[in-house]
């Protein structure tokens, strides 16, 4: 749409084509994922799905040199310029010799997209962190020093620094069990997700919008916001989780998956799974030749 701001004032629509195209991307981690992607030359923007498929199997603040993405995606460009990226219909994550492909493969049902090859769903019942962190900046210790009132205690918690304000999610869906201050914590927001786990998030600045006791979430659903609230000596979040009831170091915590592919989609999941082995192993050739 432009707009003529002066008058005669004017509106109207101008269409420019768009071209959709395959494409193929094979990066290894140097530095960082965004760098190496631009020395690439590939668009920054796959960051963001990919992320989102792998957002329960790989950590993306902890990528190590040697890291290796390879995926088949589907682009759109304007004028030569890179403008979305639609679709990524197969990835591949390899670390040290282990490798997690995500097949994309729609069962019809409006759930899960992403699979393995084994069928498993790559969306586990816990994401790998509460939120979008700067830094772990105390970890999970029975014997830490406590920076604010110098005693040795028992810190059954994982800290992410991160500035005020930053959005804080539930990892898994549950039940809001508390909302409310707590002593030394804070404002809080307690989510008991099934009969074996429940987690915390402390410190928050500010609770999400209706987030109180009693209230269902479902994973990703902002609970509330990084804060400093309580005994705290800067914009961080206390994330606990426990097991059982007893507390567990969120960083070791092995996810369970959801929901596997229903059994008849089995023999088409692997059909199409060897389809894109087979494109993407092919594609590898042809750019090494």
Same mark, same amino acid.
């Given at each position: 749409?432009?707009? *003529?701001?002066?008058?005669?004032?004017?509106?109207?629509?101008?269409?420019?084509?768009?071209?959709?195209?395959?494409?193929?991307?094979?990066?290894?981690?140097?530095?960082?994922?965004?760098?190496?992607?631009?020395?690439?030359?590939?668009?920054?923007?796959?960051?963001?799905?990919?992320?989102?498929?792998?957002?329960?199997?790989?950590?993306?603040?902890?990528?190590?040199?040697?890291?290796?993405?390879?995926?088949?995606?589907?682009?759109?460009?304007?004028?030569?310029?890179?403008?979305?990226?639609? &679709?990524?219909? @197969?990835?591949?994550?390899? !670390?040290?010799?282990?490798?997690?492909?995500?097949?994309?493969?729609?069962?019809?049902?409006?759930?899960?997209? @992403?699979?393995?090859?084994?069928?498993?769903?790559?969306?586990?019942?816990?994401?790998?962190?509460?939120?979008?962190?700067?830094?772990?900046?105390?970890?999970?210790?029975?014997?830490?020093?406590?920076?604010? &009132?110098?005693?040795? %205690?028992?810190?059954?918690?994982?800290?992410?620094?991160?500035?005020?304000? &930053?959005?804080?999610?539930?990892?898994?869906?549950?039940?809001?069990?508390?909302?409310?201050?707590?002593?030394?914590?804070?404002?809080?927001?307690?989510? !008991?997700?099934?009969?074996?786990?429940?987690?915390?998030?402390?410190?928050?600045?500010?609770?999400?919008?209706?987030?109180?006791?009693?209230?269902?979430? !479902?994973?990703?659903?902002?609970?509330? @916001?990084?804060?400093?609230?309580?005994?705290?000596?800067?914009?961080?979040?206390?994330? *606990?989780?426990?097991?059982?009831?007893?507390?567990?170091?969120?960083?070791?915590?092995?996810?369970?998956?959801?929901?596997?592919?229903?059994?008849?989609?089995?023999?088409?999941?692997?059909?199409?799974? %060897?389809? @894109? !082995?087979?494109?993407?192993?092919?594609?590898?050739?042809?750019?090494?030749?």
């Amino acid at each position: 749409v432009i707009f *003529r701001t002066s008058e005669p004032f004017k509106v109207w629509n101008w269409a420019k084509p768009v071209e959709r195209s395959r494409e193929y991307a094979d990066v290894t981690i140097k530095s960082s994922l965004w760098n190496d992607m631009l020395a690439a030359g590939i668009s920054p923007q796959l960051i963001v799905p990919l992320s989102e498929i792998y957002a329960w199997s790989v950590d993306f603040f902890g990528l190590q040199p040697g890291d290796r993405f390879r995926v088949l995606y589907e682009q759109r460009k304007c004028d030569d310029e890179i403008i979305a990226v639609d &679709t990524i219909y @197969y990835a591949e994550f390899v !670390r040290d010799g282990k490798m997690i492909p995500a097949i994309m493969f729609d069962q019809g049902d409006h759930g899960n997209l @992403y699979w393995n090859e084994k069928g498993e769903s790559l969306r586990k019942a816990f994401l790998k962190a509460p939120l979008k962190f700067t830094r772990i900046s105390s970890g999970f210790s029975y014997h830490r020093k406590h920076p604010v &009132t110098g005693k040795v %205690r028992a810190h059954t918690a994982v800290d992410y620094a991160a500035p005020t304000g &930053t959005p804080v999610m539930t990892i898994g869906d549950g039940t809001v069990v508390s909302a409310g201050w707590t002593n030394g914590g804070g404002n809080t927001v307690k989510v !008991r997700h099934n009969s074996v786990y429940t987690t915390s998030y402390m410190h928050l600045s500010r609770y999400g919008a209706g987030i109180k006791a009693g209230v269902r979430v !479902r994973q990703g659903d902002v609970i509330g @916001y990084v804060g400093s609230t309580g005994m705290s000596t800067g914009p961080h979040l206390d994330f *606990r989780v426990w097991k059982n009831g007893s507390p567990i170091n969120p960083l070791k915590m092995d996810s369970p998956p959801s929901e596997p592919i229903k059994p008849e989609n089995m023999p088409a999941l692997d059909s199409t799974f %060897r389809y @894109y !082995r087979q494109m993407i192993d092919t594609l590898k050739v042809t750019a090494n030749q």
